[in-house]
């Protein structure tokens, strides 16, 4: 009997031996994987694990990676198809040489399609929001997901959660706009889509980062810590919440002096303690070493590496963290921490398969990427986002039979301008630009010029008189003016916005409104075409031009989409996400601001007759926040609230009907908007907390349900309590924020 119960388990202990490592298990459960792989791990392969090595190309992968494994990579010089050769090869490489045969996550930038030269390229974030239909972002989102896996991308560095209230700020255009629970829908979509096929999503940049002291990229920001939860944290809480996100970015900038990648508080005790993130946490691209060479919070770049993992930056993108195996051995660091990262890591590529093999077939890109059905809904984003800012005496949609001769003026009217995260060329030849769509949407109908006028920011103002003489010679003119945006500015420093592109004045840089000014003294209709990455100072053309359009980066299809809206093929019905200035001086202009802050002023002043405050202007934006014009007229009645008298833990429906009264089929967007009336802090005049897209044909009438919880007319009080108030709030529902169409109250018991 004695000798029965020694062989037993010895026998058994064979047999799990025989089966191979516990890790290797695809059926145990993953911590108990994860703890049995870490358990048979040196100090230099964890260490692997907290680092990012780009692939190069295939004949460098075995000279680069040897026998390690890293905890990401990302290739970002080759198309579609040569990248899926390489991760293919890598993954055998490492499966082949790697003692553990630990896997790599393959990264890649995702903002508007995959960063691969091939993919199909979508409208920027930005223009993504002005669609105001997150049900279609998340199905770009899948689509591009698709795209990544027929690569063998597994995780992108996507989307950006920060806040466009910085104007000046050149990374705009990668925002989802000024409004957190708009930028919460947005993501949340954006977030559904790439991780139901298998993606991982990043949000970034934790967090505050958008809103950068004198707009300058990675510049400090000021605030505190109910600005910090009200506005930054947001989105994040919510998206963290409700998508549970493979991972997050940090971001390169200091709130309230705190450098933030370096900051324990924020990285662990707020963003997993507070917020619940459960994924890993990877550093912006250098956003380690700076702690040492920009922020100086750290002496040498060895203890920014240590401040960083122990602060909770599980993967860095920099050469830093490198020095963290002399930094365990030399107690400067605990290896319990570098355990804590590597866990974060190992478990999302236990959670991916990777360890059961990430099957890559290149010949898949030929089957999946920009397919068909991929560019196709490029357009409808695209078409979706055009928001028609103004339309005095309906000069749109142009009537053929009256304007047979159109000459199109402006730098961005034969340039594709895609924006700063798009895998193209300098000279915007990717894609349909508006001259190429209008040429091909009109035919025969009509006659098409197209002279460039001026450029994007130089001062040479020689090449207007031609512009001019083409507009003579027409019957309407179409100027075509905004920014210029390139992958990581290449094309030489032409660039008026984007990544490190930044503004200290929002007016049309260049000689672009000398260009306007100029088509309009011809006496001829002048419709201006915004395509821009951000909003900028559009006064001059609210109150000179016959019509006006904002295209934000509109993606590959983005000439076709604006040419099938001159044209009324298509009804615009995009809304802005970002407020348009008056004035520099007018910034920030964000819509949801505080009583105190604008609209206590008397009368609009100017320079003859100056008044108060701001003596020769007034403190309104030019375009609000929500704004946008159809071709067809919408009509609201019989505003019902199903209780009035909600718990703060209730959720009220809120029910309008919304009447198509005009002869075009169209697309309207209902917002809700709430404004606490009485609070023991200051709230914000209005806040959006609800909306919704619908399609009405002439005539037709429906009803529209919004549901709000309760919970989200909570603030932070004094002592840093989230709570929901007693006391009445406005309910306000319209077709903008400064178009309220319909009022009324609920009392929170």
């Known amino acids: 009997m004695k000798l029965r119960k020694i062989v037993i388990p010895a026998l058994m202990t064979a047999a799990v031996a025989a089966a191979g490592p516990l890790y290797k298990n695809s059926k145990a459960p993953i911590d108990a994987r994860v703890e049995d792989l870490l358990s048979r791990m040196t100090l230099e392969e964890k260490v692997m694990q907290m680092r990012n ?54 990264c890649c930038e995702g903002i508007q399609g995959i960063l691969q030269n091939g993919c199909t390229l979508f409208p920027h974030a930005i223009a993504q929001s002005t669609t105001w239909n997150p049900g279609l972002i998340e199905e770009m989102a899948s689509a591009c997901g698709r795209e990544a896996r027929a690569i063998g991308i597994r995780q992108v560095l996507s989307p950006v959660l920060d806040i466009a209230r910085e104007l000046r700020w050149g990374r705009i255009e990668e925002t989802f706009g000024e409004d957190p629970f708009m930028i919460a829908e947005m993501a949340k979509a954006f977030v559904n889509g790439y991780q139901g096929e298998g993606v991982l999503a990043m949000p970034k940049h934790f967090v505050a980062h958008g809103t950068p002291s004198g707009g300058l990229n990675c510049a400090s920001v000021a605030g505190g810590p109910a ?53 890993y946490v990877y550093s912006d691209w250098g956003s380690v070493e700076r702690l040492n060479t920009f922020h100086h919070a750290a002496a040498t770049p060895e203890e920014a590496a240590v401040m960083a993992a122990e602060a909770g930056i599980d993967v860095n993108v920099d050469w830093t963290y490198g020095t963290l195996v002399d930094a365990v051995r030399q107690g400067k660091i605990s290896e319990d921490v570098i355990d804590t990262n ?39 984003v695209a078409d979706e986002s055009i928001v028609l800012a103004e339309n005095k005496n309906n000069i749109l949609p142009l009537d053929l039979d009256k304007y047979k001769k159109i000459a199109i003026v402006g730098p961005n009217g034969h340039y594709a301008l895609m924006g700063d995260y798009a895998w193209t060329t300098s000279d915007g030849e990717e894609g349909i630009d508006l001259y190429e769509g209008l040429t091909e ?102 109150e000179n031009a016959d019509a006006a359009l904002v295209q934000f980066c509109g993606g590959e299809q983005q000439g076709a989409a604006m040419a099938d809206v001159l044209l009324g093929n298509v009804n615009p019905s995009g809304k802005l996400t970002v407020s348009f200035p008056r004035s520099t001086g007018n910034t920030p202009c964000f819509y949801n601001h505080y009583l105190t802050d604008r609209d206590f002023w008397d009368q609009p002043g100017t320079p003859a007759d100056p008044k108060m405050r701001y003596i020769f202007d007034i403190p309104q934006p030019v375009w609000n926040f929500g704004h946008g014009l159809s071709y067809t007229t919408f009509e609201y009645s019989g505003l019902e ?4 008298e909600p718990k703060a833990t209730d959720t009220v429906t809120v029910k309008v009907t919304v009447t198509n009264t005009g002869e075009r089929e169209g697309k309207e967007v209902v917002q809700l908007y709430v404004h606490d009336r009485i609070s023991s802090v200051s709230t914000p005049i209005q806040q959006l907390k609800g909306f919704k897209k619908i399609n009405l044909a002439p005539g037709e009438s429906r009803v529209v349900e919004i549901d709000v919880p309760m919970k989200e007319l909570a603030l932070w009080n004094e002592d840093m309590e989230l709570v929901v108030e007693p006391g009445e709030f406005e309910i306000q529902v319209g077709a903008a924020s400064d178009d309220i169409r319909l009022r009324d109250v609920v009392t929170v018991k």
Request: with cysteine.
């Open 53 to 106: 090595n780009p692939t190069g190309k295939v004949h460098e992968i075995a000279d680069r990676f040897k026998d390690d494994s890293y905890g990401t990579t990302h290739e970002m010089d080759h198309n579609a198809y040569d990248a899926a050769v390489i991760y293919k090869t890598l993954a055998e490489h490492v499966k082949k040489n790697n003692r553990l045969g630990i896997p790599i996550i393959n």
């Open 227 to 279: 600005e910090m939860r009200n506005i930054y944290l947001y989105p994040f809480r919510r998206v963290i919440a409700e998508c549970k996100p493979g991972a997050i970015m940090s971001c390169y900038s200091a709130y309230d002096g705190v450098p933030l990648t370096g900051s324990r508080y924020y990285m662990t005790d707020v963003l997993r303690g507070e917020l619940g993130h459960t994924g």
């Open 342 to 380: 590597v866990r974060r890591v190992l478990r999302k590529k236990f959670e991916l398969g990777l360890f059961e093999g990430d099957k890559i077939n290149p010949d898949d890109v030929k089957k999946v990427v920009r397919s068909k059905e991929h560019v196709a809904l490029a357009k409808r």
């Open 441 to 542: 949407v009109v035919g025969d109908k009509a006659q098409v010029s197209y002279t460039e006028g001026c450029d994007w920011w130089s001062q040479d103002d020689s090449h207007i008189p031609e512009a001019v003489k083409a507009v003579e010679d027409a019957d309407v003119a179409i100027v075509a003016v905004g920014t210029r945006s390139t992958f990581l500015g290449r094309g030489g420093n032409k660039n008026t916005a984007g990544e490190a592109y930044d503004l200290s004045s929002l007016v049309l840089p260049g000689r672009q409104l000398d260009l306007i000014k100029a088509v309009k003294a011809t006496g001829k209709p002048m419709i201006v075409v915004f395509i821009t990455g951000k909003p900028l100072v559009m006064t001059y053309v609210q």
């Open 641 to 644: 609230i199903d209780n009035k």
